[in-house]
């Protein structure tokens, strides 16, 4: 089991940048993928990026250029570095750790909100 905890959410004007870290209960080294997905007011809940445990990358195609993921295994964390945010980047961001197909864990969530 792995319990995972965001930071880093708030408010910020459009075009500012936000980093948000999510840390896990345990070693990440060994975990399939980490990912942060976020859920607007009324939408889905969507994939924003992807990291595996080898380093590849995966980004929405919106957030592309934009958003960079990594991880640090040694601090079992993982980061969501948030550069031009846009409105529509609104939501709560949320990390995944995908230990198998089908085992996965989700943090609590936490708030981003960019004003015009």
């Known amino acids: 089991q792995v319990q995972l905890v965001e930071s880093g959410g708030g408010l910020v004007q459009a075009g500012g940048s936000l980093r948000l870290s999510c840390a896990a209960s345990?070693?990440?080294?060994?975990?399939?993928?980490m990912a942060w997905y976020r859920q607007a007011p009324g939408k889905q809940r969507e994939l924003v990026a992807e990291?595996?445990?080898?380093?590849?990358?995966n980004y929405d195609d919106s957030v592309r250029g934009r958003f960079t993921i990594s991880r640090d295994n040694a601090k079992n964390t993982v980061f969501l570095q948030m550069n031009s945010l846009k409105p529509e980047d609104t939501a709560v961001y949320y990390c995944?750790?995908?230990?198998?197909?089908?085992?996965?864990?989700w943090g609590q969530g936490t708030q981003v909100t960019v004003s015009s």
């Open positions: 990291i595996t445990s080898r380093g590849s990358t």
């Open positions: 995944n750790a995908r230990l198998s197909p089908a085992t996965y864990y």
């Open positions: 345990r070693s990440i080294f060994n975990i399939n993928a």
